[in-house]
């Protein structure tokens, strides 16, 4: 899924700001290097969300019965291989 630049940007404050308000954090670096993490981190987040996606489309576009994309059966399938590519990721 795309962000623009300043979406996550946006987002990446948000998060800062909202962690500055949480009682027994403490940040011991500034704001904005901790703010440029964040951003490191939803860019790498949204690469592999990117490529499982690429992925899972590869995979049901190899049926040789063709799945209209948006149909049921498409959107179990492509839930179903999301999902077990994420769990596979994460182990």
Known sequence: MGLSR???NHLSQLIVDGLENVPGVMFY???N???LEVVKALNEAL???????AFVRQKLNSYSKPLPEGSREWDVLYDKFYDEEVDKRLV
């Open 6 to 8: 300043g979406k996550i």
């Open 29 to 31: 670096e500034d704001d």
């Open 33 to 35: 290097d901790i703010r």
């Open 47 to 53: 690469k592999v969300e990117d490529e499982i996606d």
